[in-house]
């Protein structure tokens, strides 16, 4: 302990987060808070030294015990405590709460390690404007046991992006003593990324302050990353009823605790200031138990989709897919600064594995990112650039991968807009080859689009073989939301409509998500048929067999917004045809036709058939004759139909 | 005076049911010899010229450029010019041309399903048939052979298309169906000689539902399945009612496929029970559910409506008494079911038949024994047909009455005999 004076402004503002975070305890065992508070109650100068000590273009990405980051940050006293009430006047109209909170660049977000790349990306955004501004991100010691941190340490490293990660050590992961679950030292894993390192101590107040400050100007005037150490002891539980741990151990640090010292030593500044805050925020809260909560109406209201009936024929382009996705990109990336291109390998000339950033890097290399082999911090920094107004694409390699960047598409990208009640949203769009037919076996050939689609605020695209894909992207790139894009590893060379079956017409929506329908010339259809992605150009080569052996006059129905049906058009054609098929890549079991077919129960009131195709449920196998069999062929779809309708 | 010749339109395809009319080389009046080309039609393929039969006075009751449904009669010749009234206007009145099958212009090359292909071949149809079409099913193919009887494998008698009958009253013409000319069709095919002669018997129905609503699913209280399954075992003994009058000939049936004949809102149809000499009852119901079922979703197919051998037309959901079933074309005979009178427990069968095949006495007989095999089936155990005796107050049944009194026979407040258990007798 040391007995150096701090400034009265400092212990002021520790005071207030302390105040404030009893008072949350105290209106918590009142019932009056709805869900939880983690208290940072003996941690407050690390707030201070760190965020308290930014400037206002900086910015601040904390987690779960984020209420005195946020107060040092921000200073909106008012807007935590009526956040955390529930009330529409809160930072984020109640809708977060304690541990998501946004303002005036504070984010803060109940996933751990996840905040970690988001923080990068934001930092690496301010580096790309040259803004001079940096980044805080706050983790604790139970974050250092999730691997997207490892991931983001190296790319802050190598990239040289200005993020501080301030880590809390208050020896405690929730209630696991970190002897239980740390192996090694913490400093040197920053260290072994070449990351400067510093430590510092919440019991030392003042040190902490200069410490923190000289580390801020390092990282802002370096334009480097840091990493920052700081040993606290939080002085109460976890949450609130959460902790095993010995009393005698808490109360040696509260003896310790420096406002527990100052309020000893200095009783009539304490009790002066005590008393102050504590009318203070008494008087905010009397205001704030009058306002109203949010209206579901501001919160959520349904969209009315948009039928579009306007057809449009369609013509054959002479181009392979990726060439027109590769002009597509080096246009967007000339016409476009604050497009970026990130992802796996793909510096050209080798462009990435299917070619598709083919010499972006050579047109735009500062907005170029071949990233090591790191999916989540991949599409975590994709997110932080979204959010600081970038127009990230992020590529993930093989659409199987996709299951490492989940996080950060489920709990970040998706809920950034809601959770923050709409002050921020997140147009980040990931791109990855989905489907088999390659031989790449279990891991490289499968279709996980069903796990995709019903991800709230994100909308999943497949692109198809029938038009070009640059319509599809010219809508994503106007997205103010997450978009997932599913390509299609066999399409990529494929040319745009090469193939056209005869007696039937071509033509799609001019939708921003167009719906391709091909119809027999004259005939009424028998069958309707909906499928899309690499499936559909499979389908399309075969309507002509399908009639000849099954007799039914097929009509075939393409969406390009997997997430949301053209359900009205399906049913259109179904009320014709009276049945209804649907053909997936993936495995039908929770797919997506059966959530077509739900919604188009849902939508019909006439009787129909309804049948689906799909792969069986094992992985892919890489020996042609098996995977030929698992994932749907001409063979067993002509088959099935004969099967199944007739 | 004589008429010495008719021209009526004739049908050159399946596709024209009705032709263009694209020469008349004579005006009415005019002499007429022997081989002169009298009247030109134009077909979808070509033209074709029809001649004179016989010198004569030719009346033309069409006119150039005019379309005409086949069997109109478009030219007469006549012994005497006098025969010949020009004042008439020409009477045959003239449609409306036609749409196109398909309304849109298209000239690609048909596809055909493989069944489609099959189904052609088996028929000895041409694909011609079906230029403009994009897409041709199985379905598509017996749309055609359906809606067009003369595509069948037999010759049918022309009857159609008369002479229309002139009236000096107010009349309003109602243009006859096409469904309905098929049906005059198939049905003048045997009535049309006028040798038919119908035969009623009577069967003794009480309790005969005992058994048989036991056996049945859904079709309780109906005769229909029993007397297809009994007619067909019975035809074994009976091959001239499974028969037909051919030309010369009477041609027998080695398969017995009793048909019955529907008609519930999508025209009257003559649904194949294949093979029911060989099936139980119960397939029997089966089947004729099915068939309903297809008939109601339009989804029958040509096997269905054909190959049938002989028919049973079933009436006795109308309230009929007795009626005189038509004898459908390639078939000897009908059998006709009246309702069942519910007061003298009996029911009317009425079979009619081509007597160019055989005679009464043999329908007779017919119709005795299968009145004894239909009768086998009463119940002699009236109890077990009391079981669904009613309360007509509280509905309860007799089986379900657990006082093991009985129930009182009645008359109702309106006047109708019915039945009343205790309870509700005694009033509580």
Sequence with gaps: MTNNPIH??????????????????????????????HTCVGQEFSALAFAGQLKKKDFVFSNHRCHGHYIAFTDDVRGLLAELLGKETGTCGGIGSSQHLCNNNFFSNGIQGGIVPVAAGYALGNKLKKNGAIGLVYIGDGTLGEGALYETMNIISKWEIPLLIVCENNFYAQSTAQQVNLAGDIESRAAAFGINTYKGYTSSPEELLSKAEEVISYVRDECKPAFFLVETYRLNPHSKGDDDRDPAEIEKFRNNDYLEIFQKTNPVYYNQYQTEITNEID????????????????????KVPVENADWMALDPIGKRQVELLNTFFKDKMVADELTVFIGEDILSPYGGAFKVAKDLSFIAPERTFSTPISESAIMGISNGLAL????????????????????????????????????????????????????????????????????????????????????????????????????????????ILNHQSPNYYYERTDDLYPVVRVRPILSKPTLTIVSYGGMADLINTILNDIFVETDLKPELIIPSLISEMPVHLIADSLEESGKLLFVEEGSASGGIGAELAAQVAEYTDFKYVFRRIAALPVPVPSVKSLENLVIPDKNRIIQEIKYYFT | MALLQEIKVPLLSVNDTSLTIIDTPFTSGEKVDTGQVIVVFETSKTSYEVTAETPGYIQYLCSNGDDYEVNEVVVKIFSDSKDIDLSVETPVKKIKKLAPINTKEWSGETQFSSGAKKLLEENELSSDLFKGYDFVSKEDVMAIMVSSPKTKKNKLANSVSQMPKQTRLDIIDYKISSGKKIEIDYLSDVQQAGLTSTVHIYVDTAFIFGHLNNALKALKNSILPLVIYESSRLLKKYPLLNAFYNSDSISVYKDINPGFAIDIGKGLKVLNVKNAGELSIQHIEEKILDLSGKYLDDKLELEHLTDITFTITDLSAEGTFLFKPLVNFMNSSILGISSIDTKLNRCVLSMTFDHRITEGKLVAGFLQELKIRLESYRSDNQSLMNQDVMCFKCRKKLKDDLADVGFSKCITPKGDEAYICQSCFKGY
Excluded at chain 1, 16 to 37: A, D, M, P, Y
Excluded at chain 1, 283 to 302: G, R
Excluded at chain 1, 413 to 432: D, E, L
């Design chain 1, 8 to 37: 009265h402004r400092h212990i002021k503002t520790a005071l207030t987060i302390r105040l404030v975070e009893e008072k949350f305890l105290q209106l918590f065992s009142e019932g009056k808070l709805n869900g939880t508070v």
């Design chain 1, 283 to 302: 008087v905010l809260l009397s205001d704030i138990f009058n306002d109203s909560d949010l209206a579901l109406d501001k919160y959520y209201s349904p």
């Design chain 1, 388 to 495: 600081n107004g970038f127009k990230p694409f992020a590529e993930i390699m093989f659409g199987d991968f996709i299951t490492l960047a989940f996080d950060q598409i489920v709990n970040h990208a998706s809920k950034f807009y809601h959770m923050f009640n709409k002050k921020v949203s997140c147009p980040v769009v990931v791109r990855t080859p989905m489907g088999g037919r390659r031989g790449y076996g279990p891991t490289h050939s499968q279709t996980l689009d069903k796990f995709l689609i019903g991800i709230d605020n994100v909308k999943t695209v497949a692109l198809n073989t029938f038009f070009d894909p640059a319509v599809l992207y010219h809508s994503i790139s106007s997205e103010i939301h997450p978009v997932i894009v599913i390509e299609n590893k066999i399409d990529y060379g494929k040319k």
